[in-house]
């Protein structure tokens, strides 16, 4: 076990974004990834129970609901997994924090407060640009201008976040890099140039944590493994099961064309079969390549 916590565990991210007494990680964090667009001194956690949030995989989903001091709403989310209704989920939470705001009485009149939905995804979601930041708004196809600003998501695809200590150029590229690589480091970087991560490594030190706070973490970091092994499970598989049916598809079509022939064949199918589980599994198209031979131009056609 390194020298700091896991934040893709339960109880790491509860720890550093989750807690009334270290709201300022959470406030710089936002105010980092809004870049001076929006300013957020103060906020207020809520009860995640207000949205009727039953989150059916309490294992890989752990999640944050406060408002600024302008009112604003924000879900905070950190997701290990993949999931074929992952879009879908975060609308439908996004979606609950704007019908939350009804009141009832003939003086409201619709005065909702915009909604935020930050998603942290510890994977790469199929169909997507390999990119780390996307965002959605409800806008105009033609013009391309913003027609409703109530509902905002912002998705953070973390794998896609390749760049070094020494290449970081923003508060919130310094912010991923340290929550992308906190559990290998030895010292948390950037604190000279922003006081917070002083902050943030005095409560994310393991050495630090009580016994009982101690307890639930290694709690937590044995159900990340648990999860990260099912997946790898699924991966491996997948992969076999793509190589047999690969290889037997290849080796009854190269039958009437000789042995070897069959073989290349046979080979190339498997590869075929096993980069189309890999990458319904969400798997990076350049892994993909590496671990297959394909081009990434044949991966991106399957």
């Known amino acids: 076990m390194g020298r700091f916590i896991n934040p893709f565990t339960d109880v790491g991210f509860k720890r550093i974004f989750g807690q009334e007494v270290n709201k300022p990680l959470l ?51 950190m997701q290990n997994r993949n999931h074929k209704n992952f879009k879908n989920r975060a609308v439908y939470y ?11 009485g003939p003086e409201w009149v619709f005065d909702l407060k915009a909604v935020y939905g930050i998603f942290f995804m510890n994977f790469r979601q199929k169909g997507w640009e390999d990119k780390l930041r996307l965002e959605g708004l409800v806008i105009d196809p033609d013009s391309h201008k913003v027609l409703l600003d109530t509902t905002h998501y912002i998705f953070l695809q973390l794998p896609a976040f390749q ?10 590229e310094r912010w991923i890099y340290v929550l992308k690589n906190m559990d290998t480091l030895d010292r948390l970087p950037f604190k000279a140039r922003m006081a917070v991560f002083k ?23 044995k159900v990340h493994r648990d999860n990260l092994a099912v997946e790898a499970y699924a991966l491996e598989t997948g992969w076999e099961k793509g190589h047999k049916e690969g290889w037997n598809e290849g080796h009854k079509e190269g039958w009437s064309l000789g042995l070897e022939v069959g073989k ?9 079969k096993n980069a189309h589980n890999l990458k319904q599994l969400g798997v990076s198209i350049d892994i993909i390549a590496q671990a297959t031979g394909l081009t990434e131009e044949e991966i991106k056609q399957l």
Do not use: P
Not at 94 to 104: F, H, L, M, N, P
Not at 211 to 217: A, F, G, N, S, T
Not at 264 to 272: K, S, V
């Open 264 to 272: 290349t064949e046979g080979e190339r199918n498997a590869n075929l």
């Open 94 to 104: 996004v979606s609950k924090a704007i019908t939350w705001q009804g009141e009832r």
């Open 199 to 221: 902050r943030l490594e005095d409560i994310v030190e393991i050495a630090a944590l009580s016994k009982e706070d101690r307890l639930r973490y290694e709690e937590s970091v």
């Open 163 to 172: 760049k070094e200590e020494s290449e970081c150029e923003t508060d919130f």
């Open 27 to 77: 406030i710089s964090f936002l105010n980092s990834l809004f870049a001076g667009k929006k300013v957020i001194t103060d906020i207020h956690f809520l009860n995640k129970e207000m949205l009727g949030i039953n989150v059916e995989d309490r294992n890989s989903i752990y999640d944050v609901y406060c408002t600024s001091d302008t009112g604003e709403h924000f879900i905070v989310e």
